[in-house]
């Protein structure tokens, strides 16, 4: 608690702690109240039951009271959350990408990065984008959390007021390799993170790929990765032209991965299926990704390295 990793660590955790402090309050006056009743008024006691007359005092108090705890916790969140919502105007701005299962972060001159870099003690706002599902932007330590949607123009914003290496989740249930969605922290002083930035080559873009753009819309990475990592289905990267072990009608045979192999995969995908990978899980795209996109496909992965 207060650990001011970042500037709105203070009105989160005040206002947590409130909430926190009022619940354990009102668990322990219940019960140790229910218990005394349960006491007092058993059976044993009281063998007849009496009706009582109801109090308006009493109805005015307990009321009054929860309005004005409620109002109280409103008044706490609220004070916390709106400066949430109001980056300053010379803040830095970094883009971040969020596709299953990876987060991308983009800086001013379109270079991107894997690890979110930034200075210390300076503004930045967050504009968040999804490719694919709604993910979660989440820095525990820096009491930040936003949803990512795709189709949906969002941000956060903070400034980071520690040192050091902090960690960054994907809050949101985005599939099955969800909780590998993670990325890097890293706060720097302003003169290493400039050096670092001044370095940082431009990243091209498969956004403007047509082959991409293809598998991306029919939802292909949701089970094949790009970056070596073997999901539900064997990864994309270097594939063309590599060798594996596939079955065919029971049998086991080594193939190498050319034009051919990946139109028999699109168009029947459980004919030779990779050694190691389930069997009936891929739908045949027939019908669905054309015939004449399939080049554009295979030009991507020729390319993929």
Same mark, same amino acid.
């Given at each position: 608690m ?9 009105g989160?955790?005040?206002?947590f702690l409130?909430?926190?402090g009022?619940?354990?309050?009102f668990?322990i @006056?219940?019960?140790?109240i229910m !218990?005394?009743?349960? $006491?007092?008024?058993?059976?044993k006691?009281?063998a007849?039951? %009496?009706?009582?007359?109801d109090?308006?005092? #009493?109805e005015?108090v307990?009321?009054? !009271?929860?309005?004005?705890? %409620? #109002?109280l916790m409103?008044y706490f969140?609220?004070?916390g959350?709106i ?5 300053p105007?010379?803040? @830095?701005?970094?883009?971040a990408?969020?596709?299953m ?5 983009e800086y001013?001159g379109?270079k991107?990065s894997d690890t979110? @870099? ?5 503004a930045?706002?967050?504009s968040l984008f999804s490719?694919d599902? $709604?993910h979660?932007f989440?820095i ?5 959390? *936003? ?8 941000y956060?914003w903070?400034i980071?007021e ?6 960054l989740f994907?809050?949101?249930y985005?599939g099955l390799?969800?909780s590998y969605m ?5 706060i %720097?002083p302003?003169?290493?993170f400039?050096?670092? #930035?001044?370095a ?5 873009s498969?956004?403007n790929n047509e082959?991409f753009?293809?598998?991306e819309?029919n939802g292909?990475?949701?089970?094949h990765?790009t970056?070596?990592?073997?999901? $539900? ?6 594939i063309?032209?590599?060798?594996h072990?596939v ?6 045979r080594?193939?190498?991965?050319d ?6 995969s699109?168009l029947?995908p459980n004919?030779?299926v ?6 009936g899980?891929m739908?045949s795209?027939?019908? !669905? $990704?054309?015939d004449k996109?399939?080049p554009?496909v295979? *030009?991507?992965?020729k390319?993929?390295?």
């Open positions: 207060f650990s001011n990793n970042s500037n709105f660590v203070h989160v955790d005040t206002a409130l909430i926190f009022i619940a354990i309050f668990l @006056m219940l019960t140790t !218990i005394v009743f349960v $006491i007092k008024y058993n059976k006691r009281h007849k039951a %009496v009706q009582i007359k109090s308006s005092k #009493l005015i307990w009321t009054t !009271i929860p309005l004005i705890l %409620v #109002l409103f969140g609220w004070r959350f400066p949430m919502r109001n980056a105007a010379d803040a @830095m701005q970094v883009k990408i969020g596709r299962w990876k987060w991308t972060f001013p379109k991107q979110l @870099m930034l200075p210390i003690n300076k930045v706002k967050m490719k599902v $709604i979660g989440s525990p330590d820096f009491r930040v959390k *936003e949803d990512v949607v795709p189709g949906k123009n969002n956060t903070f980071p520690k040192l050091g290496n902090f960690d994907c809050s949101a985005c390799s969800h993670l990325a890097l922290v890293r %720097v302003e003169d290493e400039n050096t670092w #930035l001044a940082l080559p431009v990243k091209k498969d956004d082959g753009k293809i598998l819309k292909c990475f949701s089970c990765s970056d070596g990592r073997k999901i $539900i289905g064997p990864s994309f990267k270097g063309y032209g590599s060798s072990d079955m065919t009608d029971g049998v086991s080594k193939i190498t991965v034009s051919l192999y990946i139109q028999t699109i029947d004919k030779d990779v050694v190691g990978f389930p069997q899980v739908k795209y027939k019908g !669905i $990704i054309r996109d399939i554009k295979i *030009e991507y992965f390319n993929l390295k």
